[in-house]
Antibody, heavy 118, light 110 residues
Framework: QVQLQESGPGLVKPSETLSLTCAVS?????????WGWIRQPPGKGLEWIGS???????YYNPSLKSRVTISVDTSKNQFSLKLSSVTAADTAVYYC???????????WGQGTLVTVSS | SYVLTQPPSVSVAPGQTARITCGGN??????VHWYQQKPGQAPVLVVY???DRPSGIPERFSGSNSGNTATLTISRVEAGDEADYYC?????????????FGGGTKLTVL
């Protein structure tokens, strides 16, 4: 069974960089698929942040592209998100998920709440 | 960028049929996926490729897609179906594929 687990600081100061990691078990990232990040501000809807292909190619939401970096570490079977210059508007539950194109996001992590506050 | 429009809320009595719409320009030409999200939980896929169900999803959940509207239909609604529902498509109009979500619909079981 494929499982994804997000980890990282739950509190980030404004203007700093948010960093999260998604550990994958039950499937080797290097075998294929896209691996993505999605966020959900409290009480609001889902927003795709970006995705990385197993080969390392990345695709970002145009609205966040200037601040986002997604990378993959196949040796640890995990992928990571960095979001720079955060503000309170970046406070959200951050999810990682697996997908292909044009398939659905079939496996999701449980999500992790990141609060941006001083 | 491609926009998906969902009604903010839908209410239905137990045992009745709920229909949740997802509007988009010529959405009938795309594959639509639907997710159910209960409070404090990650989204769960309930319908993919317009009308297919993942294993473990009850037959009460079905979908259709034509023209400018896709629809998630939940028959014989139960209290446990109360949740937020999101539609999702892939937008390939730019140089790379983008994930697009609808704004979500809160289903209330009266």
């Amino acid at each position: 069974q494929v499982q994804l687990q997000e980890s990282g600081p739950g509190l980030v100061k404004p203007s700093e960089t948010l960093s999260l990691t998604c550990a994958v078990s039950g499937y080797s990232i290097s075998s294929g698929y896209y691996w993505g990040w999605i966020r959900q501000p409290p009480g609001k809807g889902l927003e795709w942040i970006g995705s990385i292909y197993h080969s390392g190619s990345t695709y970002y939401n145009p609205s966040l592209k200037s601040r986002v970096t997604i990378s993959v570490d196949t040796s640890k079977n995990q992928f990571s998100l960095k979001l720079s210059s955060v503000t309170a508007a970046d406070t959200a539950v951050y999810y990682c998920a697996r997908h292909n194109v044009p398939d659905p996001l079939d496996y999701w992590g449980q999500g992790t709440l990141v609060t941006v506050s001083s | 960028s491609y926009v998906l429009t969902q009604p903010p809320s839908v209410s239905v009595a137990p045992g009745q049929t709920a229909r949740i719409t997802c509007g988009g320009n010529n959405i009938g030409s795309k594959s639509v996926h639907w997710y159910q999200q209960k409070p404090g939980q990650a989204p769960v896929l309930v319908v993919y490729d317009d009308s297919d169900r993942p294993s473990g999803i009850p037959e009460r959940f079905s979908g259709s897609n034509s023209g400018n509207t896709a629809t998630l239909t939940i028959s014989r609604v139960e209290a446990g179906d109360e949740a937020d529902y999101y539609c999702q498509v892939w937008d390939s109009s730019s140089d790379h594929p983008d994930v697009v979500f609808g704004g979500g619909t809160k289903l209330t079981v009266l």
